[in-house]
């Protein structure tokens, strides 16, 4: 199997199909056993995707005619080709030896030649990558750049260049199986640097390693989880006996924490049935139990009979992006038309869900947007219309007047997250 002919497909899927790179790329990784090809095929898919403006620009420089239709394939192998001449210590003739051979892999043998000559002509010329508008400067969209740039005047430089960065691996203890300095100890003596986190189970690895080397990990002693997500568990802060609503809850990270923190009766809903298998794994691993309920949580009462919510977390589909640096093809399947379709979406589930809220209930909006649309200014809407909520400060919010919590990326070395806790009049 040659990894460049994978990876041309698999960011073929993203581009050209829309589909989203964490499905596209273990459709490719499949068909290789070993664990570095598979890392060197997500570094090439995820390279291109965070360079992808520049390379798109130098490759179609370097053509006479765009590729089309099923040769297109072609170009995304050439920008694959080009990642590795600017961006890895690949050697250079390796590189273009073998992208070229991902040409033949893909059953384009006429073209061999044309991609061999392609790679070899930008190696020669080696022209500086173009930087002539932000977008190119940035490897942005114009769009998330201009948004960016409203909202954070100050910020947004910082936001796109966190945005770049590879990202740390974080755990989340399971503390019903140990403490989380036992857990730190058994990482040291299995030689996996790593420290505490700033919410009560997190651990920030030093380097990403593979979940087969975590002591326990098969049998639930810990959870991958990032930083800033580990914290909506510990915001809602669930209570002995209560029932607790995750209407958005796939893949089911946050619902397995509400589980470890207290002996809930746990309701998990999504609209996605494919990604609500992800739960049930969860759960399973974990040892927890829930009710897990395919549904929409914009319409509660089609599929729950039962009570009110003593809470409930709303971790709402979102424009997830505070997380580019995990999935920069977000950048490029999410357009700017999109935002005000999300937010109608949220503001929707979250009326719902208000009503199915106890009096003196609590519940907590969530995002990984840095988006004000889907964040403060949702909240400050849904505040505006609903006369009995009321906005909980968080004590880790810098300014306690601000409308929720936003974490941006790289902060604490966190994802981008946003949180409100809104509480229920008692009658
Ligand atoms: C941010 S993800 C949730 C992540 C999850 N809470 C976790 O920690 O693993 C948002 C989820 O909302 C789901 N969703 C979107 N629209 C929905 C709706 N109307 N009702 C229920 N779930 C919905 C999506 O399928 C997606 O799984």
Redesign the pocket.
Same mark, same amino acid.
């Given at each position: 199997m040659n990894i460049r002919a994978l990876a041309a497909k698999a960011i073929f899927d993203v581009l050209e199909r829309g589909v989203s790179l964490s499905v596209a790329l273990p459709t490719q990784q499949q068909f290789l056993r070993d664990g570095k090809d598979k890392a060197l095929l997500a570094e090439l898919c995820y390279g291109v995707m965070r360079q992808l403006p520049q390379l798109d620009k130098l490759v179609s420089g370097f053509m006479e005619k765009p590729f089309k239709g099923k040769q297109r394939v072609l170009h995304q192998l050439l920008l694959i080709g080009a990642y590795q001449l600017y961006f890895t210590r690949v050697p250079a003739h390796a590189a273009i030896s073998e992208t070229a051979e991902g040409c033949r892999a893909l059953r384009f043998e006429n073209l061999v030649k044309v991609v061999n000559g392609v790679l070899r002509n930008i190696q020669r010329q080696h022209p500086a990558l173009d930087e002539s508008n932000d977008t190119l400067k940035y490897n942005f969209p114009a769009w998330i750049i201009r948004r960016l740039k409203d909202a954070y005047p100050d910020d947004w430089q910082a936001i796109i260049d966190a945005s770049h960065q590879r990202p740390p691996m974080w755990l989340r203890n399971n503390r019903r199986v140990q403490s989380r300095d036992a857990y730190l100890g058994a990482l040291a003596e299995a030689e996996i640097a790593a420290s505490a986190g700033s919410s009560d189970d997190a651990i920030k690895l030093e380097s990403p390693t593979d979940v087969s080397r975590l002591p326990g990990f098969a049998d639930g002693s810990s959870s991958v989880q990032d930083g800033a997500?580990q914290w909506a568990a510990t915001l809602l802060d669930p209570q002995h006996g209560e029932l607790v609503l995750?209407?958005?809850?796939?893949?089911? @990270?946050?619902s397995c924490h509400l589980l470890e923190l207290a002996d809930i009766e746990l309701v998990a809903? %999504?609209?996605?049935e494919k990604?609500l298998e992800r739960v049930s794994q969860n759960l399973e691993r974990l040892k927890l139990t829930a009710k897990v309920i395919h549904g929409?949580? @914009?319409n509660i009462g089609s599929w729950w009979q039962g009570d009110k919510f003593d809470r409930i977390l709303l %971790?709402a589909?979102?424009s997830a992006t505070g997380v580019i640096r995990r999935h920069p093809d977000i950048k490029w399947l999410r357009q700017n038309n999109d935002i005000g379709e999300l937010a109608k979406?949220q503001q929707q589930?979250l009326d719902n869900c208000w009503q199915w809220l106890k009096p003196g209930g609590t519940l907590l909006y969530a995002t990984?947007s840095v988006l004000p649309d889907e964040n403060r200014e949702q909240i400050a809407a849904f505040l505006e219309r609903t006369p009995d909520a009321t906005l909980e400060a968080l004590p880790q919010q810098a300014d306690p007047a601000a409308v929720g919590w936003q974490i941006l990326p790289g902060q604490d070395g966190m994802d981008g997250f946003y949180y409100a806790r809104l509480k229920k009049a008692l009658l």
């Open positions: 997500a995750d209407a958005c809850a796939a893949p089911g @990270g946050k809903v %999504d609209f996605d990604r929409d949580a @914009g %971790d589909p979102c979406l589930i990984c």
